[in-house]
Structure formats: structure tokens, C-alpha cells
């Protein structure tokens, strides 16, 4: 059995978020500790704890990140300005959440690799 996040809480409406999108695979909301102007976190609807866990059964849901990342750019208005995915893996990768996730960051320029300074 699969282990429930913060996340899965999210998803299912026991703790509130600003939901963005929700479909039968992925779910995107704001995150609660903003980067940028926009910082959207698109989470697999299943607790996949993280990229070291996936195998070929989650390649629809993983691809489902992506599509729902380039609609909202396009909802933004930043698919031909620009925008940073970030999905980080581990401990040393910066993962507090162990439920993948994809960070949508836009909004400016946003400078080097990792996080932008918040506006
Ligand atoms: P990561 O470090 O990649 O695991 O990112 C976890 C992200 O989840 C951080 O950017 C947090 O600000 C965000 N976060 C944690 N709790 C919540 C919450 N309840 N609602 C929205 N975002 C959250």
C-alpha cells in the first residue's frame, strides 16, 4: 500500500490549497511558499514517493506532468517567454516532499539554475 502525503491530502480536499487543474492522473496547485510570481506544484495524483520509484506503469501520469506544464504556460502567457520545471529528487536534491512533483516557476527573468530570489 501506498504511503498518504501532504500531497494526497491536498488532492483529496482534507487540506486546502488553491487547486489550479485536476485531471484522472495529475493535480496542480499553488505552492504555499511562493518563488515566483507564478510557482504552481503539479503532483502525480498517485504518491509516487519520488523519480527513484518510478517504473513504465507511471510513464502516463509522468507525461501528464508535462502537457498540464505547457498549458499553464500558456494560461500565463509564458510559453514563448519562458518558464523553469523543476522536479527534485532526494535529500541531496532538495526534496522535502516525498510525493513527485513538478515546479512551475514563472513570472521575470529567473536567473541561474535552482530557485529564482523571490520577487
Ligand atoms: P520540494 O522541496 O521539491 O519537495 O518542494 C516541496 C514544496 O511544497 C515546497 O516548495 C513547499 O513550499 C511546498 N508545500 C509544502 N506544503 C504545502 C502546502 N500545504 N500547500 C502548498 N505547497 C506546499
Given at each position: 500500500?501506498?504511503?498518504?502525503?501532504?500531497?494526497?491530502?491536498?488532492?483529496?480536499?482534507?487540506?486546502?490549497?488553491?487547486?489550479?487543474?485536476?485531471?484522472?492522473?495529475?493535480?496542480?496547485f499553488?505552492?504555499?511558499?511562493?518563488?515566483?510570481?507564478?510557482?504552481?506544484?503539479?503532483?502525480?495524483?498517485?504518491?509516487?514517493?519520488?523519480?527513484s520509484?518510478?517504473?513504465?506503469?507511471?510513464e502516463?501520469?509522468l507525461?501528464?506532468?508535462?502537457?498540464?506544464?505547457?498549458k499553464?504556460a500558456?494560461?500565463?502567457?509564458?510559453?514563448?517567454?519562458?518558464?523553469?520545471?523543476?522536479?527534485?529528487?532526494?535529500?541531496?536534491?532538495?526534496?522535502?516532499?516525498?510525493?513527485?512533483?513538478?515546479?512551475?516557476?514563472a513570472?521575470?527573468?529567473?536567473?541561474?539554475?535552482?530557485?529564482?530570489?523571490?520577487?
Open positions: 500500500m501506498t504511503e498518504e502525503t501532504i500531497f494526497s491530502k491536498i488532492i483529496n480536499g482534507t487540506i486546502p490549497s488553491t487547486l489550479i487543474y485536476h485531471d484522472d492522473l495529475v493535480s496542480a499553488a505552492d504555499i511558499n511562493p518563488k515566483a510570481e507564478h510557482h504552481i506544484l503539479i503532483v502525480t495524483n498517485k504518491p509516487i514517493p519520488s523519480v520509484d518510478v517504473t513504465a506503469a507511471d502516463p501520469a507525461g501528464r506532468l508535462f502537457t498540464v506544464a505547457a499553464l500558456r494560461d500565463f502567457k509564458v510559453d514563448q517567454s519562458g518558464y523553469r520545471l523543476i522536479i527534485n529528487c532526494g535529500p541531496d536534491g532538495g526534496q522535502e516532499v516525498p510525493h513527485i512533483h513538478m515546479h512551475f516557476l513570472g521575470g527573468k529567473l536567473g541561474g539554475l535552482g530557485f529564482p530570489e523571490k520577487h
